[in-house]
């Protein structure tokens, strides 16, 4: 069962992977504006967030078979089709859910940088002199 669990967090952290370099480089090219930087990292790790949720939710439903777990572990288990689908599909919605529960995380760090830097920003722009 824990073969099962990293193998499946390796799957998804790589995944997970990606788009943070996709955020990471998109709010790298922004910096320029670090409340629009840190505004759009945000928007798109909630993005990230809504796509783990929605994997998490059919997870139960999806057929194990076209999964990267399936090619690395599920083809050697000794149990029937149902057994595996039910015991695969288990582990990847709790380890979807697990993800999309730190990924909510940084969006919420990132949506809160946001909020600060503006904040900064407008009452740096109202005690400014005239």
Do not use: K, N
Request: with cysteine; net charge positive; aromatic share 12%.
């Amino acid at each position: 069962m824990e073969r099962i669990r990293e193998v499946a967090d390796q799957t998804i952290r790589r995944a997970c992977g990606f788009a943070s370099l996709g955020i990471g480089t998109t709010m790298l090219a922004l910096s320029f504006d670090m409340v629009l930087a840190f505004r759009v990292g945000a928007v798109l790790t909630t993005f990230v967030l809504v796509g783990l949720l929605y994997l998490g939710y059919r997870a139960p439903r999806y057929d194990v078979r076209r999964t990267e777990l399936w090619s690395v572990v599920g083809r050697s288990m000794p149990f029937s089709r149902e057994r595996t689908q039910a015991l695969l599909s288990g582990v990847l919605r709790e380890r979807y859910l697990w993800h999309a529960d730190r990924a909510a995380g940084f969006a919420l760090l990132f949506w809160s940088v946001a909020f600060l830097l503006w904040l900064s920003r407008m009452l740096r722009g109202a005690l400014a002199p005239a």
